[in-house]
């Protein structure tokens, strides 16, 4: 815990009305949509107590989604909505309470975390969380280490079928989305299919043991079995397609309508709560198994479609 945070609590002090926010890696359309509903009053789905306020541009240049909208991204940040761009992490996480780690490189995530983590600042990392379990797991164990928390979600975490139909009930659980593909992610999945499967662990909740992975030209289909015996389903879609989920439990079969209501204020809200309380909303533990899945996915692809327990 960082010592201004500590000294607060010890005085019997509350946290600052509102905190003060940094992103790192301004390559992505996250840091616009972010800002705005952060920063700005008046939108309907604003989410109070927190603002942007800085940002370390980042970038890969391997990466044409990065490399070709990192200038425009920060440009828009400073011009549009006062974000001073500094010059590294360091001078970032001087300036700011808290982080939202955007680099859309899951690749750069651990050195730019590990940065981070010195100041042992709440952080928020998007997706993908990392390019490999390897990666992820580090990330934990610096986190945990160095005193800074974090967490990692997808917004269709928030979506109104998995707020509403999380539950003990789910029997069984299908959900699909758009898997595009980039190749610099080993995980594959990571890159963009991570939202379905989000999905169906925020319906099936944690305890996957198993998964088979049959792969094609335009779509991959994951199966897997939890250790109480029942089976999820997750289909990736490319180049893109609609999100959907299906729900069995006992007596009744849900599905969710054609077009599936989704933003990113109902999760921004929770980013903030984070920030607050630094208290992850999502279990690193659970953000971890989804890696392990995605990596058994991975080896199963490699193997021709062969089961492969979680490692």
């Known amino acids: 815990m960082d010592c201004s945070f500590t000294l607060l609590l010890l005085a019997g002090m509350s946290l600052p009305a509102q905190i003060k926010v940094g992103i790192v890696g301004a390559d992505t359309s996250h840091v616009i949509a972010f800002t705005r509903i952060l920063n700005d009053a008046s939108n309907p789905d604003h989410a109070p107590g927190a603002k942007v306020i800085a940002a370390y541009k980042g970038g890969s240049r391997d990466v044409e989604s990065s490399y070709t909208r990192v200038d425009k991204y920060a440009d828009e940040l400073r011009a549009k909505w006062g974000v001073e761009i500094v010059p590294d992490i360091a001078t970032l996480t001087g300036k700011v309470d808290a982080i939202l780690l955007e680099s859309v490189d899951g690749r750069a995530h651990l050195k730019q975390f590990?940065?981070?983590?010195?100041?042992?600042?709440?952080?928020?990392?998007?997706?993908?969380?990392?390019?490999?379990?390897?990666?992820?797991?580090?990330?934990?164990?610096?986190?945990?280490?160095?005193?800074?928390?974090?967490?990692?979600?997808?917004?269709?975490?928030?979506?109104?079928?998995?707020?509403?139909?999380?539950?003990?009930?789910?029997?069984?659980?299908?959900?699909?989305?758009?898997?595009?593909?980039?190749?610099?992610?080993?995980?594959?999945?990571?890159?963009?299919?991570?939202?379905?499967?989000?999905?169906?662990?925020?319906?099936?909740?944690?305890?996957?043991?198993?998964?088979?992975?049959?792969?094609?030209?335009?779509?991959?289909?994951?199966?897997?079995?939890?250790?109480?015996?029942?089976?999820?389903?997750?289909?990736?879609?490319?180049?893109?397609?609609?999100?959907?989920?299906?729900?069995?439990?006992?007596?009744?079969?849900?599905?969710?309508?054609?077009k599936l209501r989704s933003n990113y204020a109902p999760m921004l809200k929770e980013i903030v709560a984070f920030f607050q309380t630094r208290r992850p909303p999502v279990p690193n533990e659970e953000t971890l198994e989804i890696f392990a899945f995605m990596d058994a996915a991975q080896r199963s692809k490699e193997g021709g479609g062969k089961p492969m327990r979680l490692r």
């Open 114 to 258: 590990s940065e981070i983590a010195k100041a042992r600042k709440p952080v928020f990392i998007d997706k993908p969380l990392a390019a490999t379990l390897e990666d992820a797991r580090e990330i934990a164990r610096v986190g945990k280490e160095s005193g800074a928390p974090w967490f990692s979600t997808s917004s269709l975490r928030y979506a109104d079928v998995c707020l509403n139909w999380k539950s003990g009930q789910n029997m069984g659980v299908i959900t699909w989305g758009p898997g595009p593909l980039e190749e610099h992610h080993y995980l594959d999945l990571s890159w963009y299919a991570i939202h379905p499967i989000e999905m169906l662990f925020t319906l099936m909740g944690r305890g996957c043991e198993e998964v088979t992975r049959t792969s094609a030209k335009d779509m991959d289909e994951v199966t897997c079995r939890w250790k109480d015996g029942r089976i999820g389903t997750v289909r990736a879609l490319r180049p893109y397609g609609d999100y959907g989920v299906v729900v069995f439990r006992q007596k009744e079969i849900l599905q969710s309508p054609p």
